[in-house]
């Protein structure tokens, strides 16, 4: 019998979150990758809370325009700045069970551009 393509993407993610954890002083980068918007969140599991966040909706009107892939790179970059007034520098990357190719890659190169370290 064939899994389903959800099914699969569920087994990746408990796979990644088995080995996937983090601190307060080296949070979890989690990517949630929605039918519409991406949702970032920097996570302590320690602790069970999320440290920082970001999501589509906080870009400006004319970063909205953009194409899904820059916007995903702006996004990265901005969760990447508030990260820094937190005082937070290095992250363990968590893609979610998705694949590290489009919006997701896009979101690590604009986090990395935007001062955070892998």
Avoid: C, W
């Avoid at 989690?30 to 870009?59: H, M, N, P, W, Y």
Wanted: charged fraction near 30%; hydrophobic fraction near 40%; charge should be positive.
């Amino acid at each position: 019998m064939k899994r389903s393509k959800l099914f699969r993407k569920t087994l990746r993610r408990r796979r990644i979150r088995a080995s996937v954890s983090g601190t307060a002083s080296i949070p979890r980068f989690s990517v949630f990758r929605g039918a519409k918007r991406l949702f970032l969140q920097l996570i302590d599991d320690t602790a069970a809370r999320t440290l920082v966040s970001a999501q589509e909706g906080e870009l400006s009107e004319k970063d909205q325009k953009e194409t899904k892939t820059q916007r995903a790179h702006l996004l990265g970059k901005l969760l990447a700045n508030k990260a820094g007034a937190v005082g937070i520098k290095v992250v363990v990357f968590d893609r979610g069970g998705n694949a590290y190719h489009g919006r997701i890659k896009a979101v690590a190169e604009g986090a990395r551009e935007g001062g955070l370290q892998f």
